[in-house]
């Protein structure tokens, strides 16, 4: 059982690195507990399923937490056996339900956090999730108790990782509804404006607007001149005898309705705007995301299992690997400028 940092006044400011700690005097790990917390993603079912399979089948007992920070809060917590994870894998959404939580931004969420943690006796702690549910890891890490992450978020904006849990299921959930959009935009001779997910990043944006041939696209990491990089490029297409035109915008770099009225205002094509919305986040996870949340799953009960603490499994060089904690959250993600210049190629 781990021992929690009583003196509330005086919490260290980094998580312990279990590198740096003889294993022997680590206690033997018994039960561990899982929860996802923050936006649900496709695939996060896979990651609960493969973490209890390879948990128990590595000896360990699992316990599930539901309603991610604030089920834990009320004690939420119940053993899951293997067979309650069958029929899991395909299913969108997360079976242990998910919350966002402000206040376990504060000392005490944290502190009642752990707590309950220790009435439970839980040996160590699985978080799935993104940055913020990650934050949340780390105060629990700071105050004691051995966590591991696992990116599981649509945005895949985690800077230690390549690859988040249910980046490519929403990426091709949207891609189908472009597809189906760009038909009617061709049959009116319209500009669709279609706004994605991605909340501060424009990883679903840049990918799906590869992927669907879109004329124009509107980042957050990425300043744009609208006159120029929206307005001149429709009317360029319409010279060159473009009967639609696809304008992929993020959600953090504007909304499509006001963009769509600025088009259709300045070029006189009608311009129609949707918002795909929480669409992108449900349905059945694609094979990579099935894969990617099995084997980092597996990956985090390895590092329980060598005893390896206050670690977020990533992808990195395609290859899955984890990180420090507090390393992997220090860390800044920039997207690629060279998908970007190779995507201003296409139109
Ligand atoms: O982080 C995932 C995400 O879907 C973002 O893309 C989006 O900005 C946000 O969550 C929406 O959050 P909520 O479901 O709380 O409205």
Not at 8 to 26: L, M, Q, S, W
Not at 140 to 145: C, P, Q
Request: aromatic residues 6%; negative net charge; proline residues 3%.
């Amino acid at each position: 059982m781990f021992k929690l940092v009583y003196d509330e006044t005086n919490v260290p400011d980094k998580a312990p690195n279990y590198d740096n700690i003889d294993k022997e005097t680590v206690e033997p790990v018994k039960r561990i507990a899982v929860l996802t917390s923050g936006g649900d993603a496709p695939g996060m079912n896979a990651a609960i399923r493969s973490i209890v399979r390879t948990g128990i089948n590595s000896g360990f007992e699992v316990f599930g937490i539901t309603r991610g920070y604030h089920g834990l809060w009320k004690g939420e917590i119940s053993q899951i056996t293997t067979r309650d994870v069958s029929e899991k894998l395909q299913r969108g959404g997360t079976f242990l339900m998910t919350a966002r939580s402000k206040t376990m931004m504060e000392l005490e969420g944290q502190i009642k956090a752990a707590r309950m943690l220790e009435v439970y006796g839980i040996d160590a702690l699985v978080v799935i999730g993104g940055d913020g549910s990650y934050k949340g890891a780390r105060a629990l890490a700071r105050l004691g108790v051995p966590v591991i992450g696992i990116p599981g978020t649509i945005d895949n904006d985690i800077a230690s990782t390549e690859y988040t849990i249910g980046y490519d299921t929403s990426m091709n959930t949207a891609m189908e509804a472009i597809d189906k959009l760009r038909d009617t935009a061709s049959s009116h001779e319209r500009c669709s404006v279609i706004e994605v997910m991605g909340r501060h990043a424009g990883y679903i944006a840049l990918n799906v607007a590869i992927a669907t041939g879109a004329e124009c696209l509107l980042i957050p990491e990425v300043p744009y001149d609208f006159d120029r990089d929206v307005i001149r490029t429709i009317l360029d297409g319409r010279n060159k005898g473009k009967r639609h035109y696809i304008v992929i915008v993020a959600e953090g770099a504007g909304n499509a309705t006001e963009i769509a009225e600025k088009i259709e205002a300045a070029t006189g094509i009608e311009a129609r705007p949707t918002i795909l919305g929480h669409l992108q986040r449900g349905g059945s996870p694609t094979l990579r995301d099935r894969t990617m949340a099995t084997l980092m799953s597996a990956h985090a009960i390895d590092c329980i299992k060598e005893k390896r603490f206050n670690r977020l499994v990533v992808l990195q060089n395609g290859k899955i690997t984890d990180v420090d904690i507090e390393e992997g959250l220090a860390m800044k993600k920039t997207i690629s400028q060279e998908e970007i210049d190779k995507f201003n190629l296409l139109s």
